[in-house]
């Protein structure tokens, strides 16, 4: 049996003219992109900046601006599951919403969160701006909160307590218990001209 293509049949449905008819039965289908094998997608390196990517750790951002990103925020309202300083922001959401200006995705789960890049020493000369302290609640494994390592002891986080982003010493934060210090990305120190 002869296969007459489907633009044909249309062509004859829909009674168009003749010619029309012609160039659909001649007209040849376009060629399709060959399907790659198995053995070539596994050859593949993984993409660092794909949707699928794990480790961020190779991310340069400058430790000024995202300090500077997260002190703007300052003030702004505690909002349970809030992701944008508009409607309000809770702890993992300012961690998403001061990295997302920086141009990195991160999850919106403070238990996610922790468990990106490396593990740093839980003392603050190791720590660097940008490091993230995940906490939880007394001797519970369950993270429950994340703030932002700003330097100078101090950091910043959505605190649903005093209902607001604040900037807070780290050796006077004792509401949660710290868990872990996690160092997501690698600050390049902006030096002055």
């Given at each position: 049996m002869r296969r007459v293509p489907v633009l044909a049949?249309?062509?004859?449905?829909?009674?168009?003219?003749?010619?029309a008819q012609q160039r659909a039965r001649t007209s040849?289908?376009?060629?399709r992109r060959p399907v790659a094998s198995v053995a070539s997608v596994a050859a593949r390196k993984p993409n660092p900046r794909g949707p699928f990517a794990r480790?961020?750790?190779?991310?340069?951002?400058?430790?000024?601006?995202?300090?500077?990103?997260?002190r703007s925020l300052l003030g702004i309202r505690y909002v349970w599951a809030g992701a944008t300083p508009e409607r309000g922001l809770d702890c993992s959401g300012l961690v998403q919403y001061?990295?997302?200006?920086?141009?990195?995705?991160?999850?919106?789960s403070a238990a996610q969160l922790a468990r990106l890049g490396s593990s740093v020493?839980?003392?603050?000369?190791?720590?660097?701006?940008?490091?993230?302290?995940?906490?939880s609640q007394g001797r519970?494994?369950?993270?429950?909160?994340?703030?932002?390592?700003?330097?100078?002891?101090?950091?910043?986080?959505?605190?649903?307590?005093?209902?607001?982003?604040?900037?807070?010493?780290?050796?006077?934060?004792?509401?949660?218990?710290?868990?872990?210090?996690?160092?997501?990305?690698?600050?390049?120190?902006?030096?002055?001209?």
């Open positions: 049949l249309l062509c004859l449905l829909l009674g168009l003219p003749a010619e040849r289908p376009t060629a480790q961020i750790d190779s991310v340069e951002v400058h430790a000024d601006s995202l300090v500077a990103h997260s001061v990295f997302g200006r920086l141009g990195l995705t991160l999850p919106h020493p839980n003392d603050t000369s190791a720590m660097r701006p940008g490091d993230l302290m995940v906490f519970s494994q369950r993270i429950s909160h994340v703030g932002i390592y700003v330097g100078e002891g101090k950091m910043i986080h959505a605190s649903s307590a005093q209902k607001r982003v604040i900037e807070v010493p780290v050796i006077n934060y004792r509401a949660l218990r710290l868990r872990d210090v996690r160092r997501v990305v690698t600050l390049a120190q902006v030096v002055a001209p």
